[in-house]
């Protein structure tokens, strides 16, 4: 397999000039929208965080974008080794900013999760990621990265599989059609369907709500307070997903949201994927008194905004991609999740 550097296109940016103390936030920047991702245009890969793939699995997700007439390029940095994560934090820091500022690279997708993308925050450069507007893709720990790009950038992001989780096993044709959707068409996405081989979806509080999408994998949303990325949800639609997390967990993480104050003013809750989050027998020594139908029960069934649980967004093959930061209507009621505004330009 090839494998391209751009580790010389650009140096590894400053520190942001993040706000010190602990209340104070920046001002907020105009929301951007990146380019839609032309047809035959250039992907490139890159492992912000560390390195729990296969490259088996790398490489199918490369080759299902390329049978659909894309190209992949797969950044040299994915493979570097610094313990587990993949590089030093500058070196990621490098290889996100160079594929932003390569003119040939028209999408950037994240390898995988894992742990470790806040360690790069602060060597982002947010005014040039700004200014080149890309779609950028990712999940789970990928999560503080897209709170960064859009309270510092403004940047309409994706919340979805990475490279490596895209193709079957790990992914699925599913998968593969709703990223490719999400980041090439122009207009509103509208209606989000539902998960093809488990369509029930459950209401934990009546009701419709409208505004703008934000949200990622529930441990580091809560992780991310205390940072100058905190979560800020004011009049938005809250989403989160989690994976290997008993009820106990969910319980611990969403107490601690709603201790910080972020959930005072959410307009809805949409909950996604909750995948291996019940508890078992094998997992014995955690308290089984308390479902996780219990658990979001308490927290949202009395909470006064909508709540929809079972979309399919998560850690899991069958899994769709949400562009983040722009304006959805969330129907309870009717187990809807729509968007009311194009995500790309």
Known sequence: MERRTFLGLAAVAGAASWPRSPGAE???????????????????????????????????????????????R????????DGYLAGTAATRAAA???LFEDPSIDAIQTACGGFGSTQIIPHLDFDRIARQ??????????????????????LVTFYGPGMANLSPPAGSAFAEAGLQRALTVPQALGRLPHHPDDPFV??????????PLLGGCLWPLCKAIGTPWAPRLQSAIFFFEETDEPP???????????????????????????VNCEWSPARPEYPSN?????????????????????LPVGHEAQTLTLPLGVRVTLDASAGTLEFDEPALV
């Open 133 to 154: 507007a890309k779609p950028f893709v990712g999940r789970s720990d990928i999560t503080a990265i897209h709170l960064a790009l859009f309270h510092r950038a403004g």
């Open 26 to 72: 920046a001002a907020a920047p105009r929301l951007r929208k990146p380019r839609r991702l032309p047809q035959g245009g250039t992907i490139g890969v890159v492992a912000p965080a560390s390195t729990p793939f296969r490259l088996s699995d790398l490489l199918r997700g490369k080759a299902s974008w390329e049978a659909r007439g894309f190209r992949v």
């Open 248 to 274: 106990w967990s969910i319980d611990a993480h969403l107490t601690h949201l709603e201790q910080a104050g972020v959930l005072e003013e959410v307009a809805g809750v949409v909950i996604g994927r909750m």
């Open 290 to 310: 308390l479902s996780l139908d219990e658990v979001l029960d308490r927290h949202f069934g009395r909470r006064g905004v909508p709540c929809l649980w079972g």
């Open 96 to 98: 996100l900013m160079a």
């Open 74 to 81: 797969i950044d040299e940095q994915t493979f570097q080794r």
């Open 202 to 211: 459950r209401t934990i509080c009546a009701g419709r709500a409208s505004g």
